[in-house]
């Protein structure tokens, strides 16, 4: 029995088919089924399926019955009311679209509410009746897996500040001079200096994302991160793991907390980007202009290092010891703010920011940066390792945990770090300073500790800061959970 003789079985398996379409309640899933056989070779044979108004995202998951060891090949396509959105020849994967990312041979875009077509080229089947099968997924959220590199928890490195040409991000010098900057040049960057992620952060945009995407197709060696700066006038941050691009409309409907409450909905890292710099004609909007309490809780991180640090000191992180000692709990990170690759005074990579993850995958650095066991450090490969944990009677902490107050038992794990010297730090004065005897030491101190204080290290050679700690709190929430 031919395709064109038993048709499509499409089901709708949640919620009723009968449903208007201004009352469906995403997400839901259509079910087509159906065979062919060799006379619908050289066919393309056309489904159509209803698509809800507020659908941000559909998947599509293709399936066929193979029989003997004759070649099968179909091909697939899909149109929507708008247009061919794309082809797969010989397809081999699940196809994916929303508005800023699309499986390779797709274009990303809205999906607009209408009737879309599925269109199945038969290009080669067996004898006899091949049967297949399609899956389609609608949701009003975009939240399709994305790529686990490495499914296994442990401390994994990267760059959280770069540019491509989707924005200012272009090459300096020689015969390349002006060219934009690739994002996979920007993965190669990353892979050379052995980093396992980076984070994309055009100015505002969010077209780079189709990059992200493709490069991450054929890349499995280093993670990339969809992120963007949002760029205003009044300061400058990070959102990363973004599945969506926030509105940019800034105001006084649209204060900056707004904007980067926006920014967060969607599960991303929201960090204040480079807050020490002058607001100037070099830069007008570098500097942090809005310092009150509920822009500051807003945020999740803040930068304490972006790009070579010149002094002995990181140039952010008085002001990160300023807003913890005033009672925020904020994420100290770093970033190359890479815009060429060809730059001697930046590298990919310089500074780090080394995040504890469940696994090697955007959603999981997101988490790890979000619950603060997150260290940092000046070089990308060869600078220092280190831990934080603090016990306090029954209770573990680990850099974003909290302690109760009382006596407490701090231990610090460093390597790669002999003949330099680590700095204990309570409430941002040091206590102690001991210097390290070789490449793997774990060493201790015992400390009082009053409900406000809060602990980190800081690493220095010859004076100047090599790798910093995040915190562990004293008191002010559940202990021993960094969980917010």
């Given at each position: 029995?031919?395709?064109s003789?038993?048709?499509?079985?499409?089901?709708?398996l949640?919620?009723?088919?009968?449903a208007?379409a201004?009352?469906v309640?995403?997400?839901?899933?259509?079910?087509?089924?159906?065979s062919?056989?060799p006379?619908?070779?050289g066919?393309?044979?056309e489904?159509?399926f209803d698509?809800p108004?507020?659908?941000?995202?559909?998947d599509?998951?293709?399936e066929?019955g193979a029989?003997?060891?004759a070649?099968?090949?179909?091909?697939?396509g899909v149109?929507?009311?708008?247009g061919?959105?794309?082809?797969?020849?010989?397809h081999?994967h699940?196809?994916?679209?929303?508005d800023?990312?699309?499986?390779?041979g797709?274009?990303?875009?809205?999906i607009v509410?209408?009737?879309w077509?599925i269109?199945?080229?038969?290009?080669?089947v067996p004898?006899?009746?091949?049967?297949f099968?399609?899956?389609?997924r609608?949701?009003?959220v975009?939240?399709?897996?994305r790529?686990?590199?490495?499914?296994?928890?442990?401390w994994?490195?990267?760059?959280l500040?770069t540019?491509?040409g989707?924005?200012d991000?272009?090459?300096?010098?020689g015969?390349g001079?002006?060219?934009?900057?690739?994002v996979?040049?920007?993965?190669?960057a990353a892979?050379g200096?052995?980093l396992d992620?980076v984070a994309?952060?055009?100015?505002?945009?969010?077209s780079?994302?189709?990059?992200?995407d493709?490069?991450q197709?054929?890349?499995?060696?280093?993670l990339l991160?969809?992120?963007?700066e949002?760029t205003t006038?009044?300061?400058h941050?990070?959102?990363?793991?973004?599945?969506?691009?926030?509105d940019?409309?800034l105001?006084r409907?649209w204060p900056l907390?707004r904007l980067?409450t926006d920014?967060?909905?969607d599960?991303?890292?929201?960090?204040?980007?480079?807050?020490w710099?002058p607001d100037?004609?070099?830069?007008?909007?570098?500097?942090?202009?809005?310092?009150?309490?509920?822009?500051?809780?807003?945020?999740?991180?803040?930068?304490?290092?972006?790009?070579?640090i010149a002094?002995?000191?990181?140039?952010g992180?008085?002001?990160w010891?300023?807003?913890l000692?005033a009672g925020r709990?904020?994420?100290?990170?770093g970033?190359?703010?890479?815009?060429s690759l060809?730059?001697?005074?930046?590298?990919v990579?310089?500074p780090?920011?080394?995040?504890?993850?469940?696994?090697l995958?955007e959603?999981a650095i997101?988490?790890g940066?979000k619950?603060g066991?997150?260290y940092g450090?000046?070089?990308?490969?060869?600078g220092?390792e280190?831990?934080?944990?603090?016990r306090?009677?029954?209770v573990?902490a680990?850099?974003?945990?909290?302690v109760?107050p009382g006596?407490?038992?701090v231990v610090a794990r460093i390597?790669?770090?002999?003949?330099?010297?680590?700095d204990w730090?309570?409430s941002?004065?040091?206590?102690?300073?001991?210097?390290?005897?070789?490449n793997?030491?774990?060493?201790?101190?015992?400390l009082?500790?009053r409900?406000?204080d809060?602990?980190?290290?800081?690493?220095?050679h010859t004076g100047k800061?090599?790798?910093?700690?995040?915190?562990?709190y004293?008191?002010?929430r559940?202990f021993?959970?960094?969980?917010?």
């Open positions: 029995m031919t395709l003789a038993v048709g499509l079985a499409a089901t709708v949640s919620p009723s088919a009968e208007p201004t009352s309640r995403l997400p839901i899933e259509v079910a087509l089924a159906g062919v056989t006379a619908d070779r066919r393309v044979v489904r159509a698509v108004p507020g659908t941000r995202q559909l599509i998951a293709f066929h029989i003997g060891e070649p099968i090949q179909f091909d697939l149109r929507s009311p708008d061919l959105r794309g082809w797969s020849e010989d081999h699940d196809i994916h679209i929303d800023t990312s699309a499986s390779y797709y274009l990303p875009g809205p509410a209408g009737t077509t269109l199945i080229g038969v290009a080669s004898p006899g009746s091949t049967p099968s399609i899956h389609v609608l949701s009003n975009v939240d399709a897996p790529r686990v590199l490495r499914n296994r928890a442990g994994y490195a990267g760059d500040h540019h491509s989707h924005s991000g272009y090459h300096a010098g015969n001079a002006g060219v934009p900057v690739a996979r040049e920007i993965a190669s892979l200096e052995g992620f994309v952060s055009d100015h505002n945009t969010s780079h994302w189709i990059d992200v493709r490069v197709a054929a890349n499995d060696r280093v991160l969809h992120a963007r949002v006038y009044r300061g941050f990070n959102a990363i793991g973004e599945r969506r691009a926030s940019l409309g105001g409907d907390r980067m920014a967060a909905r599960g991303s890292f929201v960090s204040i980007n480079h807050p710099l100037d004609e070099w830069c007008p909007g570098c500097g942090w202009t809005d310092g009150d309490r509920d822009t500051i809780a807003a945020a999740r991180g803040i930068e304490v290092a972006n790009g070579p002094g002995d000191d990181l140039p992180w008085q002001r010891a300023a807003l000692n709990r904020l994420v100290a990170v970033g190359s703010d890479v815009h060809s730059d001697p005074m930046r590298r990579g310089e780090t920011t080394v995040v504890y993850a469940s696994s995958s959603d997101a988490s940066l619950r066991r997150v450090r000046l070089a990308a490969a060869t220092p280190l831990d934080l944990e603090v306090a009677g029954d573990v680990l850099m974003g945990d909290a109760p006596r407490a038992h390597g790669r770090a002999v003949g330099q010297r680590l730090i309570v941002g004065r040091a206590v102690r300073t001991d210097t390290m005897t070789s793997r030491q774990t060493l201790a101190i015992d009082n500790l409900s406000g809060w602990i980190c290290l800081l690493v220095r800061v090599t790798a910093w700690s995040n915190a562990i004293v008191g002010g559940r021993g959970d960094a969980a917010r």
